[in-house]
């Protein structure tokens, strides 16, 4: 048995918590605005063999787009993403839509539907599952409870900087991009 096995890891969380190990980190951290965002590697959504990771987006800016089909403040900020990919270039600004639906077939069926644009991964983990933990937290009334939720949009700079973090139905996505690109 392995060790990742024995610590309860999937191999995707033993492959990061190596890369961290090797490049010195001591933790794979939580995304906070300031600071270098977390190592991840999420699997896409059409195409679960391929495994998305930061560096797919490097010199970019990249906005990490966190929606499942049951949050109604999610769809509705379609149309911002589609306003957002007209007004900057996907060789400027990358957006990753993650899915936290349980059932990746469910967003499959929604997104063939509905144009998001971008790239499409799946947190197979939901809110709770190690992307979850690193990228979907809110803030919460109080301080010692971490609430996790969606909508969640958290814009990294291409040095690889979170410059923002916007939860909640009411973020401007559209202020926040023109305010930092």
Not at 109 to 135: T, V, W, Y
Request: include cysteine; charge should be negative; hydrophobic fraction near 40%.
């Amino acid at each position: 048995m392995s060790a990742a096995s024995l610590l309860g890891l999937s191999a995707q969380e033993a492959r990061a918590q190596t890369r961290s190990a090797e490049s010195g980190e001591t933790e794979t951290g939580k995304a906070e605005i300031g600071k270098q965002v977390p190592a991840f590697e999420i699997e896409a959504l059409r195409g679960p063999e391929r495994a998305i990771t930061p560096s797919d987006f490097e010199s970019r800016y990249v906005l990490l787009n966190l929606w499942a089909t049951w949050c109604a403040p999610c769809i509705e900020k379609i149309p911002d993403l589609r306003e957002a990919r007209q007004r900057y270039p996907p060789e400027r600004l990358a957006i990753l839509n993650v899915s936290f639906d349980r059932s990746r077939s469910k967003a499959t069926a929604f997104l063939e539907k509905r144009e998001m644009p971008g790239s499409h991964a799946h947190a197979g983990g939901g809110l709770m599952g190690e992307f979850g933990d690193k990228f979907a937290r809110m803030p919460s009334e109080s301080a010692s409870v971490e609430a996790r939720g969606l909508p969640n949009m958290t814009l990294v700079g291409p040095e690889g900087e979170v410059l923002d973090i916007a939860s909640g139905g009411s973020a401007d996505l559209l202020k926040t991009l023109s305010e930092h690109l």
